[in-house]
């Protein structure tokens, strides 16, 4: 092995010999037996056990990862005597040690690329065998399964079942259906992904029967179509599996109905002429496609069959269902199809109750509850446990129904009184001809009935002979199939007591207790009620809603009567052996939930008195601080009127007035000639923003003309210009900083005057200082404010200096980004340049092969010429030498002329 090993490494580029290899290596390990035996003279074929040495060689093989890379490597080889033999051997690999191979296969770099594209090939043998290998390597690998998915297999694998023909193609459609299923089977991922890719809408043609083939449903199946079949429906079955999360499960039966599939494979339920294998697959894959779709249950009762009168596929089914003569898994298969139209499905449960009410019993037209209730009561036990547990489904989780089934009489026969369905249930169960299927059938039924009703267990009560029924045979010695009667009879008597609304006097909670406690013993009870679940039957029934019965005696426990038990076994336990505890119980519960809404009573008080605390300390906040701001307002109020009656009782002299009116005039003087300077910068402001916007147009035709070298330089001369301007423009802002800093000094200099002046005037002056002290006053807040105004003018000017420079800042981003461009745009030139030169040195180098191979057609044809002389010579020295031989009296007969001619003109030919 380690030779051939070394050859698949080292002479690769030797295809046959590679070739070669694979097929010896493939022989080696695979488990197929040649035709061509050597039989023993016993007559005997002699076999080894080449399972095992397949196993071991195998385990040779692989222990070396890079084995399996190398052939995955080969498998990038288009060469058939090397590419096949390379999936074969990968395909016995895997068979013999799946998940090492799977292993390899993860690790290796585009490993399951190389594998799915072997489904691309256009050789359908090499397609083919890359089939049957992904199949095998995507068994339980959700890792595998989750890439090939993402490597668009779903597309691929439709399209060659599309190819291969749909329902009506071969093997090759079939194992495309088996790599779905794997992809798909408990993949939550790959189903999602299936779903939106709108991959379940290309599924519809495919159970287009009638259009494919007209006469399709009539005519016999062949085995091979009843496959492909059989694994679409499986295909579509796992898209809906009760098993998958509840919201992609409810998504896809959303899809499927909307895309018409839904009504395609009622189409074939319907049809006359299909298999029964086919027939009882599609009923459970409808059944998985309406379980706890309120839509899709809604259409499945709307269904017909082409029947004459029409009648409803619901019908239909449970005639099939309660036949006796039907195979045993299609009952099973309708069982599971009407269980799934009653769940979660309270208008389904109550059209089957009402066709059993006397009000509403048509007794003209078959009813489904005709034919269950027909079902009931039959010989067959098969078809009495399944009517009995049909009727449970109608029953569960509706109280009102249960209510309503009790209203339903029976006719036992002419003259005879009529009775009460729960009445003939009893009577059947009590009987002692009755299967242990069929009791065990009424059970569930009855156990269903009377969980969670009342009047249900007062009507159960009131037949006086029921109880001592259940009595008796819970307290027998039994075998194994009786134990599990036993336990069931258990569970309706702990039913009884703990929904017992003790209306009847002679049954109530505590006399059946104490019934139990004589006859049956309290802990026997439990022990058989404990029983129940140990028993084999529930634990197979437990773990999945649909039947998969192969056998009839299978058919003991239902699903969901399990979920019932479950749901129910503990409380039971608890009623009947404990009633003071019970309430107790009650009353300490009662206790505990009076004492909860104390404390949720508390618990809102204190919130509320905690957010009135709260309000409280910041309304306090509130009027503490509006306190504080009053009494500052009120000292405010006093000092002002205080400087105001200062300023009332000041006055000032003659002289004082006469200096402060002529510092009041340079002051206005100096104001004027601050205002024309303001003036004069507002126009150079102005020159500067038109400069800006030509240098802003400039930059936009630099750049859609592509950048010239002497623009760039104008536009920086221009950039230093109004550089200069913003440093002359700064220096005269400075200057008029200073200029008002001045004129504050002397302004308060001033006023510290009059306010001395005014302390100096005696009391006794005349009005008239008084008037002027007032007019200097005015004119010195007049002043003031043209202070005011030009510093609101300054700031101005500051804030358009500012964003004078950040517009320069601007610009010369502007520039850097242009010159950043031309050198790119150069630097792509020069590359482009060389691009260019390095083409045409190919250009001279193809030239000088064509020149070399046009001489050396010239000299093949000087050859050929040659030849065609030397054969013409060849040909007149023939003619000559027959001629000669004519003459010298020899014979030459004209076969040989024929075949020398002949020869001649494949010659030519050739």
């Given at each position: 092995m380690e030779i051939l090993i070394n050859v698949l490494q080292n002479d690769r580029s030797d295809g046959e010999i590679v070739g070669y290899a694979l097929d010896t290596l493939y022989n080696t390990i695979s488990n197929s037996v040649d035709e061509d035996e050597e039989e023993l003279s016993n007559g005997e074929v002699k076999k080894a056990d080449e399972s095992h040495l397949g196993e071991q060689f195998t385990e040779i093989f692989i222990k070396k990862p890079e084995n399996v890379t190398l052939l995955l490597d080969l498998l990038e080889e288009f060469d058939f005597k090397v590419r096949w033999p390379a999936v074969k051997l990968l395909t016995a690999l895997t068979v013999h040690r799946s998940t090492q191979v799977q292993q390899c296969v993860l690790v290796s770099p585009m490993g399951v690329s190389k594998l799915m594209d072997l489904l691309s090939d256009s050789r359908e043998v090499i397609r083919n065998d890359g089939l049957l290998l992904l199949v095998q390597l995507t068994k339980n690998n959700a890792n595998i399964q989750k890439i090939v998915a993402f490597e668009n297999a779903f597309e691929r694998l439709?399209?060659?079942?599309?190819?291969?023909?749909?329902?009506?193609?071969?093997?090759?459609?079939?194992?495309?259906?088996?790599?779905?299923?794997?992809?798909?089977?408990?993949?939550?991922?790959?189903?999602?992904?299936?779903?939106?890719?709108?991959?379940?809408?290309?599924?519809?043609?495919?159970?287009?029967?009638?259009?494919?083939?007209?006469?399709?449903?009539?005519?016999?199946?062949?085995?091979?179509?009843?496959?492909?079949?059989?694994?679409?429906?499986?295909?579509?079955?796992?898209?809906v599996s009760p098993s998958n999360p509840q919201q992609a499960t409810a998504t896809c039966q959303k899809v499927i109905h909307q895309c018409g599939l839904l009504k395609q494979l009622c189409t074939i339920l319907m049809a006359s002429g299909v298999p029964a294998d086919i027939l009882t697959e599609t009923i459970n894959t409808v059944s998985e496609v309406i379980r706890g779709s309120k839509t899709n249950q809604e259409f499945f009762a709307s269904v017909s069959a082409p029947s004459t009168p029409p009648r409803p596929a619901i019908v239909v089914l449970v005639m099939s269902m309660v036949n006796e003569k039907q195979p045993f898994v299609l009952r099973c298969a309708v069982l599971y199809c009407f269980q799934c139209f009653l769940y979660k499905n309270e208008v389904g449960q109550e059209q089957i109750i009402s066709t059993l009410l006397p009000a509403t019993a048509d007794a003209s037209a078959v009813t489904a509850g005709q034919l269950l209730c027909g079902g009931l009561f039959s010989q067959d036990s098969v078809s009495n446990w399944c009517a009995s547990v049909a009727l449970a489904h109608a029953l569960k989780d509706n109280p009102s129904q249960k209510e309503q089934l009790l209203r339903v009489q029976l006719a036992t026969g002419p003259g005879n009184p009529s009775v009460s369905l729960l009445q003939q249930c009893t009577n059947m169960l009590s009987s002692p001809t009755a299967k242990v299927q069929t009791r065990l059938g009424l059970l569930m039924l009855l156990c269903s009935w009377l969980a969670n009703c009342q009047l249900a267990v007062t009507h159960f009560l009131a037949n006086s002979a029921n109880v001592p029924f259940l009595m008796a045979q819970v307290a027998e010695h039994v075998d194994e199939q009786e134990a599990l009667v036993q336990g069931l009879c258990s569970f309706l008597l702990g039913i009884s007591v703990h929904f017992n609304d003790n209306s009847n006097a002679t049954f109530t909670s505590e006399s059946l207790r104490n019934l139990i406690t004589k006859r049956v013993g309290l802990e026997s009870l439990v022990e058989k009620l404990v029983s129940v679940t140990k028993h084999d039957s529930y634990t197979m029934a437990a773990q999945k809603p649909q039947l998969r019965y192969t056998q009839p005696e299978h058919l003991l426990i239902d699903y969901e009567f399990t979920s019932l038990y479950k749901q129910l076994e503990g409380n039971l336990c608890k009623s009947v052996t404990s009633a003071e505890d019970a309430e107790s119980k009650k009353t300490v519960e009662d206790h505990d939930n009076i004492v909860t809404q104390y404390k949720d009573i508390i618990r809102v008080q204190d919130n509320d008195l905690n957010e009135l605390r709260g309000r409280h300390e910041a309304l306090q906040k509130e009027h503490k601080a509006a306190e504080l701001q009053l009494n500052e307002q009120s000292s405010q109020i006093q000092q002002l009127k205080d400087q105001y009656a200062l300023m009332k009782a000041q006055g000032g002299n003659g002289d004082d007035a006469v200096r402060i009116a002529a510092e009041l005039k340079e002051l206005r003087e100096s104001q004027e000639s601050l205002r024309k300077e303001t003036a004069e910068k507002d126009d150079v402001i102005q020159k500067l923003k038109n400069d800006l916007t030509i240098a802003d147009a400039k930059v936009v035709l630099v750049d859609d003309s592509g950048v010239n070298q002497n623009q760039i330089s104008e536009f920086q001369s221009s950039i230093q210009e109004q550089k200069k301007e913003i440093d002359e423009l700064k220096l005269i802002v400075a200057a008029q900083k200073d200029e008002e800093q001045r004129l504050k000094v002397e302004c308060t200099d001033l006023k510290n005057q009059l306010t001395q002046t005014g302390e100096a005037v005696p009391s006794g002056d005349n009005a008239n200082i008084v008037a002027e002290?007032?007019?200097?006053?005015?004119?010195?807040?007049?002043?003031?404010?043209?202070?005011?105004?030009?510093?609101?003018?300054?700031?101005?000017?500051?804030?358009?200096?500012?964003?004078?420079?950040?517009?320069?800042?601007?610009?010369?981003?502007?520039?850097?980004?242009?010159?950043?461009?031309?050198?790119?745009?150069?630097?792509?030139?020069?590359?482009?340049?060389?691009?260019?030169?390095?083409?045409?040195?190919?250009?001279?180098?193809?030239?000088?092969?064509k020149e070399k191979f046009r001489k050396e057609a010239a000299d093949n044809k000087q050859e050929l010429d040659d030849l065609l002389v030397l054969l013409t010579d060849t040909d007149a020295k023939v003619e000559k030498y027959r001629s000669k031989l004519k003459e010298l009296g020899e014979?030459?007969?004209?076969?040989?002329?024929?075949?020398?001619?002949?020869?001649?003109?494949?010659e030519d030919e050739n």
């Amino acid at each position: 092995m380690e030779i051939l090993i070394n050859v698949l490494q080292n002479d690769r580029s030797d295809g046959e010999i590679v070739g070669y290899a694979l097929d010896t290596l493939y022989n080696t390990i695979s488990n197929s037996v040649d035709e061509d035996e050597e039989e023993l003279s016993n007559g005997e074929v002699k076999k080894a056990d080449e399972s095992h040495l397949g196993e071991q060689f195998t385990e040779i093989f692989i222990k070396k990862p890079e084995n399996v890379t190398l052939l995955l490597d080969l498998l990038e080889e288009f060469d058939f005597k090397v590419r096949w033999p390379a999936v074969k051997l990968l395909t016995a690999l895997t068979v013999h040690r799946s998940t090492q191979v799977q292993q390899c296969v993860l690790v290796s770099p585009m490993g399951v690329s190389k594998l799915m594209d072997l489904l691309s090939d256009s050789r359908e043998v090499i397609r083919n065998d890359g089939l049957l290998l992904l199949v095998q390597l995507t068994k339980n690998n959700a890792n595998i399964q989750k890439i090939v998915a993402f490597e668009n297999a779903f597309e691929r694998l439709i399209e060659i079942i599309s190819e291969e023909g749909g329902s009506e193609g071969g093997i090759v459609v079939e194992d495309c259906l088996l790599l779905l299923l794997n992809l798909l089977k408990k993949n939550s991922s790959n189903q999602t992904f299936f779903k939106e890719g709108r991959y379940v809408q290309k599924l519809a043609p495919f159970f287009d029967l009638q259009n494919n083939e007209p006469k399709s449903l009539d005519v016999g199946w062949s085995a091979q179509k009843v496959n492909n079949v059989n694994s679409m429906l499986q295909v579509v079955r796992t898209l809906v599996s009760p098993s998958n999360p509840q919201q992609a499960t409810a998504t896809c039966q959303k899809v499927i109905h909307q895309c018409g599939l839904l009504k395609q494979l009622c189409t074939i339920l319907m049809a006359s002429g299909v298999p029964a294998d086919i027939l009882t697959e599609t009923i459970n894959t409808v059944s998985e496609v309406i379980r706890g779709s309120k839509t899709n249950q809604e259409f499945f009762a709307s269904v017909s069959a082409p029947s004459t009168p029409p009648r409803p596929a619901i019908v239909v089914l449970v005639m099939s269902m309660v036949n006796e003569k039907q195979p045993f898994v299609l009952r099973c298969a309708v069982l599971y199809c009407f269980q799934c139209f009653l769940y979660k499905n309270e208008v389904g449960q109550e059209q089957i109750i009402s066709t059993l009410l006397p009000a509403t019993a048509d007794a003209s037209a078959v009813t489904a509850g005709q034919l269950l209730c027909g079902g009931l009561f039959s010989q067959d036990s098969v078809s009495n446990w399944c009517a009995s547990v049909a009727l449970a489904h109608a029953l569960k989780d509706n109280p009102s129904q249960k209510e309503q089934l009790l209203r339903v009489q029976l006719a036992t026969g002419p003259g005879n009184p009529s009775v009460s369905l729960l009445q003939q249930c009893t009577n059947m169960l009590s009987s002692p001809t009755a299967k242990v299927q069929t009791r065990l059938g009424l059970l569930m039924l009855l156990c269903s009935w009377l969980a969670n009703c009342q009047l249900a267990v007062t009507h159960f009560l009131a037949n006086s002979a029921n109880v001592p029924f259940l009595m008796a045979q819970v307290a027998e010695h039994v075998d194994e199939q009786e134990a599990l009667v036993q336990g069931l009879c258990s569970f309706l008597l702990g039913i009884s007591v703990h929904f017992n609304d003790n209306s009847n006097a002679t049954f109530t909670s505590e006399s059946l207790r104490n019934l139990i406690t004589k006859r049956v013993g309290l802990e026997s009870l439990v022990e058989k009620l404990v029983s129940v679940t140990k028993h084999d039957s529930y634990t197979m029934a437990a773990q999945k809603p649909q039947l998969r019965y192969t056998q009839p005696e299978h058919l003991l426990i239902d699903y969901e009567f399990t979920s019932l038990y479950k749901q129910l076994e503990g409380n039971l336990c608890k009623s009947v052996t404990s009633a003071e505890d019970a309430e107790s119980k009650k009353t300490v519960e009662d206790h505990d939930n009076i004492v909860t809404q104390y404390k949720d009573i508390i618990r809102v008080q204190d919130n509320d008195l905690n957010e009135l605390r709260g309000r409280h300390e910041a309304l306090q906040k509130e009027h503490k601080a509006a306190e504080l701001q009053l009494n500052e307002q009120s000292s405010q109020i006093q000092q002002l009127k205080d400087q105001y009656a200062l300023m009332k009782a000041q006055g000032g002299n003659g002289d004082d007035a006469v200096r402060i009116a002529a510092e009041l005039k340079e002051l206005r003087e100096s104001q004027e000639s601050l205002r024309k300077e303001t003036a004069e910068k507002d126009d150079v402001i102005q020159k500067l923003k038109n400069d800006l916007t030509i240098a802003d147009a400039k930059v936009v035709l630099v750049d859609d003309s592509g950048v010239n070298q002497n623009q760039i330089s104008e536009f920086q001369s221009s950039i230093q210009e109004q550089k200069k301007e913003i440093d002359e423009l700064k220096l005269i802002v400075a200057a008029q900083k200073d200029e008002e800093q001045r004129l504050k000094v002397e302004c308060t200099d001033l006023k510290n005057q009059l306010t001395q002046t005014g302390e100096a005037v005696p009391s006794g002056d005349n009005a008239n200082i008084v008037a002027e002290k007032a007019a200097l006053t005015a004119k010195h807040s007049e002043s003031q404010a043209q202070l005011a105004q030009a510093e609101d003018h300054n700031s101005k000017l500051s804030s358009d200096n500012q964003k004078l420079i950040s517009t320069n800042q601007t610009i010369e981003n502007q520039l850097k980004t242009v010159t950043d461009t031309c050198s790119s745009l150069t630097t792509q030139v020069k590359k482009l340049e060389e691009e260019i030169g390095d083409l045409k040195d190919t250009n001279t180098r193809v030239e000088d092969e064509k020149e070399k191979f046009r001489k050396e057609a010239a000299d093949n044809k000087q050859e050929l010429d040659d030849l065609l002389v030397l054969l013409t010579d060849t040909d007149a020295k023939v003619e000559k030498y027959r001629s000669k031989l004519k003459e010298l009296g020899e014979e030459v007969t004209e076969d040989e002329d024929d075949d020398e001619e002949e020869e001649d003109e494949e010659e030519d030919e050739n």
